[in-house]
C-alpha cells in the first residue's frame, strides 16, 4: 500500500516540483495540492493523508497554525515540515507542535522521498545540518531530564509517541517536546538511531 501525500506550498511552482518528485516513487501517491494552510488543513480533514508536507512560511495560515490544527484534528496524520528555514528555534516550535520531521529545501530528492516513509513508518526526520546543532559537549547520559530517560527507555522498547504518552501520563506534545530537547542534547535525529543510543547507554 502506497504512502498518501498532501503537498502544501504557497508557491506553485515548489508545490509541483514537490510533488514530482515525490510522485516518481512508486511507494509515494499524490492525494492533493494545496496553496496555503486554510486549504491545507481542510484537505487534510477531508482526505486523510499518512502524510503531509508542509512549508512553514506561507502568506495564508502559517505552517505551524496549521501543524497544530493538523496534530489536533487530524492526529493519525503524520506531519513533515519542508522550508527554507533553518532557525532551531523554529525547529523546536514545529517538533514540539507534532511534526513527524523537519526538512529544508536544499535537500536531494531522494532524500525527501525517503524521509516521506520514514515518518509515515513512525521515525522523526531532522535536516542533517540542523541535527548536529547541539551544545558543546552535549551527548552525555547525565544532561538527559529523568522524564527524558524515561522516554527513551520507552522508545528503545519500539513504543510510539502516544504509547509512550500513556505510559507517563503525559500528552503527545510533551512526549515530543522532550524528544526534540533529546535530539538536540545528543545531536542525533533518527529515532532508529536514539533507540541504539538509549541501549549503548545503558538506558534500556
Not at 496553496?35 to 502559517?62: H, I, K, N, Y
Not at 529544508?104 to 522521498?113: F, H, I, N
Not at 522523526?124 to 551527548?139: D, E, H
Request: aromatic share 2%.
Amino acid at each position: 500500500m502506497s504512502v498518501r501525500v498532501l503537498v502544501v506550498d504557497d508557491f506553485a511552482l515548489m508545490r509541483d516540483g514537490i510533488a514530482a518528485a515525490l510522485e516518481v516513487d512508486p511507494r509515494i501517491e499524490i492525494v492533493g495540492l494545496a496553496a496555503d494552510g486554510t486549504e491545507g488543513f481542510e484537505l487534510t480533514r477531508e482526505l486523510a493523508p499518512d502524510v503531509v508536507v508542509l512549508d512553514l512560511r506561507m502568506s495564508e495560515r502559517g505552517g505551524l497554525e496549521t501543524l497544530e490544527l493538523c496534530s489536533e484534528h487530524a492526529p493519525a496524520t503524520k506531519v513533515l515540515i519542508l522550508t527554507a528555514n533553518e532557525n532551531p528555534s523554529n525547529l523546536d516550535a514545529a517538533m514540539a507542535a507534532g511534526a513527524a520531521g523537519y526538512l529544508t529545501k536544499g535537500v536531494d530528492p531522494g532524500e525527501l522521498r525517503e524521509a516521506v516513509v520514514a515518518v509515515h513508518r513512525g521515525e522523526r526526520v531532522l535536516a542533517p545540518a540542523l541535527a548536529g546543532r547541539s551544545r558543546p559537549g552535549a551527548g552525555a547520559p547525565g544532561e538527559l531530564t529523568a522524564r527524558e530517560r524515561r522516554i527513551l527507555r520507552l522508545l528503545s522498547r519500539g513504543m510510539t509517541d502516544r504509547e509512550i504518552a500513556a505510559e507517563l501520563f503525559v500528552g503527545v506534545r510533551t512526549v515530543q517536546y522532550d524528544l526534540s530537547s533529546v535530539r538536540r542534547k545528543t545531536g542525533i535525529a533518527s529515532r532508529s538511531e536514539l533507540s541504539r543510543w538509549a541501549v549503548i547507554h545503558a538506558l534500556d
